[in-house]
């Protein structure tokens, strides 16, 4: 027997997996740092989510409820939707698994267009089943491009809307000529981490296309708006069917107690949301604009972040300026790993953040 097999052998598909990096937190020694690389909210969480963590730290020795049946119940209250035809998990990204390693086989395939986000591929990969990319148009998600990859093998499309890292989003037209045109066994994944922040008539979470049909979950987290992203909590709405199929699934103490009371904490604080989306509105803008007016482009989103594209000349390209505003405190995330290796993905920040990084690019380029 050779040396492999005298060893456990992970099974097909782990060992392909590149394995996520998430964006850096560290700046040059001794300089101030402002990250901007991680999507986080500069307002940080309501303060009623402080409170209420703070509260469930006096019963640390008890096990959560397995079914975080408060927070569901306030998700439910919050966005009108029945609890039971919610799930919560250790933020979108294990709901995202859960949906992979219930619904994908070996020899299944899962679908995600070619800058979508990285944990759609690993999920695939590590359920044992086939990735398909599929390319897009002008960095949104092509539907007739999704749709013409579908074979008799797919279980699974993953669609981040709005997707990051580009802020690209697709109307809630195309979302449902999408599903429409997808077979009945095949589950319609909306990634829907950004919703809070889309300010556009025709776009939808996914809320009403889930109510209607039998093959749509759509997910969502606390992680961004909410301010609780080191609390892992994310949630997904999906039919009775996929709800019990995920119960069965997941770990049976999934999320945390803090987490589960700070959360629904956070739901009761519309006041700190809309605040939220005021800054990241304002900032979006003025920080997108800014950026254009020194001649690079800015890929248009509905986020919470930027996507910075650099020339195609020596020293000037997104390595150098990348080391360059790091040096300056101001760290960004290179997103090669998603397809761009020429741009930098920049987070809205405060008003301190987004002025100092548009005069260190200023700087770079003059």
Not at 72 to 80: L, Q
Not at 267 to 296: F, P, Y
Not at 303 to 311: A, K, R, V, W, Y
Request: charged share 15%; hydrophobic share 45%.
């Amino acid at each position: 027997m050779g040396e492999a097999a005298a060893i456990p052998q992970p099974k097909p598909g782990v060992m392909d997996i590149a394995a996520y990096v998430p964006g850096r937190s560290k700046a040059a020694p001794g300089v101030r740092l402002f990250k901007l690389s991680s999507n986080e909210t500069p307002l940080g969480p309501s303060p009623l989510a402080r409170q209420a963590f703070a509260a469930a730290s006096a019963r640390l020795e008890d096990y959560p409820d397995g079914s975080a049946t408060a927070l569901r119940e306030a998700i439910g209250a919050a966005h009108g939707l029945n609890p039971a035809n919610i799930v919560c998990g250790n933020g979108s990204d294990e709901l995202l698994g859960l949906l992979a390693s219930t619904y994908l086989a070996p020899g299944d395939e899962a679908i995600h267009t070619e800058h979508g986000f990285l944990v759609y591929h690993i999920a695939t990969l590590a359920a044992g089943a086939r990735p398909v990319v599929v390319p897009e148009t002008d960095r949104t998600a092509d539907v007739d491009a999704i749709l013409g990859a579908v074979t008799g093998r797919t279980r699974l499309v993953f669609l981040a809307n709005p997707n990051n890292p580009t802020g690209t989003y697709l109307p809630i037209g195309e979302v449902r000529r999408l599903h429409a045109g997808l077979p009945a066994n095949v589950v319609l994944v909306l990634d829907a981490a950004y919703a809070e922040y889309v300010r556009r008539n025709d776009y939808e979470a996914g809320i009403e296309l889930v109510s209607a049909s039998q093959n749509v979950v759509m997910t969502r987290t606390f992680s961004k708006i909410h301010g609780l992203a080191g609390l892992r909590i994310g949630w997904c709405y999906a039919p009775a069917h996929v709800v019990d199929a995920l119960n069965r699934v997941r770990g049976p103490f999934n999320v945390n107690a803090p987490a589960i009371a700070a959360g629904a904490a956070a739901l009761a604080d519309r006041t700190h949301v809309e605040r939220a989306v005021a800054h990241n509105g304002q900032w979006l803008d003025w920080t997108s604009q800014a950026v254009r007016a020194l001649g690079l482009e800015v890929t248009p989103s509905v986020g919470n972040f930027i996507l910075i594209h650099f020339p195609d000349e020596d020293g000037r390209r997104a390595p150098q300026a990348d080391a360059f505003l790091t040096a300056r405190g101001y760290v960004l995330r290179a997103v090669a790993a998603y397809g761009f290796p020429n741009a930098l993905r920049m987070t809205i920040g405060t008003e301190e953040a987004n002025r100092g990084v548009v005069a260190a690019l200023a700087e770079f380029l003059g």
